[in-house]
């Protein structure tokens, strides 16, 4: 049985940052990928960042730049730092393993908020 646990969200005025982490409670095995997406309300649910195996990433071109994803595959943890925030950066914030054995699994967490306002 395997959970994303996640933390780190928060309130936090235009300009600052934030760090979100998110880990697995349980034994995970070929992760081919870890991601980072978010959920405005009323909106799609939007990949921001994503960190692969091989270590290659990408991100949204609204976060480029300000945003940084990282991990930490002995812990089975990924991060994402984020700096110079905007209120349009509000949102849900959902953490996302996948793996890929044969066919694709995907793992999330339970989501945490971001806020981004005066």
């Known amino acids: 049985q395997v959970q994303l646990v996640e933390s780190g969200g928060g309130l936090v005025q235009p300009g600052g940052s934030l760090r979100l982490s998110c880990a697995a409670s349980?034994?995970?095995?070929?992760?081919?990928?870890m991601s980072w997406y978010r959920q405005a309300p009323g909106k799609q649910r939007d990949m921001v960042a994503v960190?692969?195996?091989?270590?290659?990433?990408n991100y949204a071109d609204s976060v480029k730049g300000r945003f940084t994803i990282s991990r930490d595959n002995a812990k089975n943890t990924v991060y994402l730092q984020m700096n110079s925030l905007k209120p349009e950066d509000t949102a849900v914030y959902y953490c996302?393993?996948?793996?890929?054995?044969?066919?694709?699994?995907?793992?999330w967490g339970q989501g945490t908020q971001v806020t981004v306002s005066s």
């Open positions: 996302n393993f996948r793996v890929l054995v044969g066919s694709k699994y995907d793992y």
């Open positions: 349980g034994s995970i095995f070929s992760i081919n990928a």
């Open positions: 960190i692969f195996s091989g270590g290659s990433t």
